[in-house]
């Protein structure tokens, strides 16, 4: 019996050292293909159920990109809902609005709600060409409407968001 907990024991552990070293890299679970920079901001347009989806940047974009696979995962949370859509590739992001049935809660006063973001870009074969991730947070709307209003004072008209090139040095996965 003995014997049989040593290698019980032995077993669990290497699962779990092989579990977290796959998700403890940089590159998210998709190493072997090329990076993709992912950028996303939620606006008062996207909260409390208003059915919009965020515009999300997209740098580096593989050449031949067929179709996005976005995936949206609230990470915050124990409740954790997820969209998932495909969206053919018109450029490098994927617009404002394209996510059909998305419905964003309403983040309470004084709550973030934090949002992983994931692209996967697709030749038209269904062949993955690049994967990247990134993270949103989400606040409640009369916070988010006061940020808002406060950038658009302080900072007058902004050129459009570019995706940033460099990648988080975490995952969750």
């Known amino acids: 019996m003995r014997g049989a907990k040593q290698i019980l024991g032995t077993t669990l552990a290497a699962a779990a050292v092989s579990v977290l070293a796959n998700c403890a890299n940089d590159r998210g679970p998709y190493p072997n293909l090329p990076p993709i920079g992912v950028h996303a901001e939620f606006t ?6 208003l059915g919009v989806s965020p515009e999300i940047a997209l740098g580096s974009v593989p050449q031949n990109v067929a179709m996005y696979r976005l995936l ?6 124990l ?3 997820r969209w998932q859509a495909d969206f053919p590739a018109t450029g490098s992001s994927i617009p404002e609005a394209a996510l059909e049935g998305f419905d964003l ?5 004084r709550q973030i709600l934090t949002y992983r973001l994931e692209v996967m870009a697709l030749a038209a074969n269904g062949q993955p060409l690049g994967y990247g991730w990134g993270f949103s947070n989400a606040t409640s709307l009369p916070e988010q409407i006061q940020y808002e209003q406060r950038r658009a004072k ?14 988080p040095s975490f995952f969750i996965h």
């Open 44 to 49: 008062s347009r996207n909260l409390c159920g």
């Open 72 to 77: 949206i995962t609230e990470v915050s949370t």
């Open 79 to 81: 409740r954790s809902p």
């Open 105 to 109: 809660p309403c983040p309470g006063e």
């Open 154 to 167: 302080n900072r007058g008209p902004q050129p459009p968001v570019s995706a940033p090139t460099g990648r």
